[in-house]
């Protein structure tokens, strides 16, 4: 069986619309790059749709493997507590989901932490304020 | 007079330290990699320094100019409402700040956004995930 990768994007949600525009943008950003990767996004709070209706995005898909991935920049409830509940994950960060009758592994994978793009883009924000 | 450029990192805080370490580390590159460049963190909520902690902390720097960046991924309220009336910014997101007895230039910078280095990241977290 050829393997296709899922990528679960996690957003925090907002009531004013810019998270949800921003990381739909991401998401479509990484979708365009690589087209053999199916990108479903999901949020926390207020944006929809919710993590529940992502998942069920994925069928018809053929995904057999979805990483989890928080784009958030750093580590919180939601991403310590709230999405593992969700997902039901273990203590490795490791589950299951059930796509088109399927059961295929999910894994959950860190948020953006503190990477030097990350500085260059703050850095970037700077110069244009100036 | 020379100029010399100041960051206000902006974060959001948390009541777990992550939020405040990687906007701490994040601010950290940015200083080692322009070493002419003073920069200072400051939080919006549980984390500290406050923004007012880190506006004192450019005493003494001879900063001439200081741009405030947001360190979100996106806009949200503390970026539409809280940060600009905190800083007393302008509707053009101008104001000014009393450094050692001397008013500069403050100017506000747009938080991260969907910039395809992110997405490239994103995309990188997932597959340390799978």
Redesign the interface.
């Given at each position: 069986m050829t393997e296709r990768?899922g990528?679960l994007?996690i957003g925090?949600g907002?009531?004013?619309p810019?998270?949800k525009?921003?990381?739909t943008?991401?998401?479509d950003?990484?979708a365009q790059?690589?087209t053999n990767?199916v990108v479903r996004t999901g949020f926390m709070e207020n944006s929809e749709p919710t993590l529940e209706e992502a998942i069920e995005g994925f069928s018809g898909t053929g995904v057999t493997?979805v990483?989890?991935?928080p784009?958030?920049?750093?580590?919180?409830?939601h991403i310590?507590k709230d999405i593992p509940e969700i997902l039901s994950l273990d203590e490795n960060?490791c589950g299951t989901l059930e796509i088109d009758g399927k059961t295929i592994p999910l894994?959950?994978?860190?948020?953006?932490?503190?990477?030097?793009?990350?500085?260059?883009?703050?850095?970037k924000?700077?110069?244009?304020?100036?």
């Open positions: 990768i990528i994007a925090h907002s009531k004013l810019y998270n525009e921003v990381v943008q991401i998401a950003y990484i790059k690589h990767v493997k990483a989890a991935v784009v958030f920049l750093a580590s919180g409830v310590t960060g894994c959950y994978a860190k948020p953006l932490g503190a990477d030097e793009l990350i500085a260059d883009l703050v850095f924000r700077a110069q244009e304020a100036l």
